[in-house]
């Protein structure tokens, strides 16, 4: 109905700008012309900073990892 509010909560790992300090709700509104208002845009997922690096492993590189991604280490050759 005109003047409802819908509240939305992104999910863990989520927010409005990717970033893991950023919004992770947001509010739209039922207007009187019967439309919605807009939405700030859709949630993202986190986006990590570089996996860490260990000694005589290599990491196989990820551009841009996100939450939920895994990082794979290859031992280097003699080490476990």
């Known amino acids: ?6 509240n939305f909560v992104c999910k ?3 927010t409005l700008d990717g970033t893991a ?3 992770g709700s947001f509010a739209i509104r039922c207007r009187a012309d019967g439309t919605f208002s807009e939405a700030p ?3 993202k997922p986190v986006v990590c900073g570089p996996p860490p690096a260990l000694d005589h492993a290599e990491v196989e590189p ?4 996100k939450f939920g991604d895994n990082a794979t280490y290859t031992c280097a050759k ?3």
């Open 41 to 43: 845009g859709a949630c």
């Open 78 to 80: 003699g080490y476990t």
């Open 1 to 6: 109905e005109f003047g409802d509010c819908y």
């Open 21 to 23: 300090v950023g919004v």
């Open 62 to 65: 990820l551009e841009a990892p």
């Open 12 to 14: 863990e790992g989520f």
